[in-house]
């Protein structure tokens, strides 16, 4: 048996068992908040993906930072492991601000100020 955030999953020859779907945030929150399904259709979401496991795949992603130009590829995979999986994935990308590439400008004294406003 396995676990993830609490819930207890078999692992059986054929893989995991179904999900719960009753049990899923993402499907309990449907029943609160209406607006969010209009919206993720409004996003090229079928009703099928509502129905799905919604898993949020957050990253900092960005061109402005080298440290994170590497994130989309990871993203991408991370993404489509969801999707095989049988979940619907939702990517969102954090700003952020390179020291480095700010450095000798009059941005350099905001960076580590909104590094400390995303960090909160």
């Known amino acids: 048996?396995?676990?993830q955030r609490g819930f207890p999953r078999m692992v059986s020859e054929q893989g995991l068992d179904p999900i719960n779907r009753?049990?899923?945030?993402?499907?309990r929150l449907r029943k609160i908040n209406f607006q969010g399904d209009a919206l993720?259709?409004?996003m090229n979401w079928t009703e099928d993906d509502l129905g799905?496991?919604?898993?949020l795949v957050e990253s900092a992603y960005g061109?402005?930072?080298?440290g994170t130009f590497h994130f989309r590829g990871l993203v991408e995979e991370v993404s489509n492991g969801v999707f095989e999986a049988g979940g619907?994935?939702?990517e969102f990308v954090v700003s952020d601000i390179c020291d480095g590439v700010v450095q000798a400008t009059e941005g350099r004294p905001r960076?580590?100020?909104r590094r400390s406003d995303r960090a909160g």
């Open 88 to 90: 619907k994935p939702a």
């Open 40 to 42: 993720r259709l409004g």
């Open 52 to 55: 799905k496991p919604q898993v």
């Open 22 to 27: 009753k049990r899923l945030r993402s499907q």
């Open 1 to 3: 048996m396995t676990a």
């Open 111 to 113: 960076s580590l100020g």
């Open 63 to 66: 061109m402005g930072h080298p």
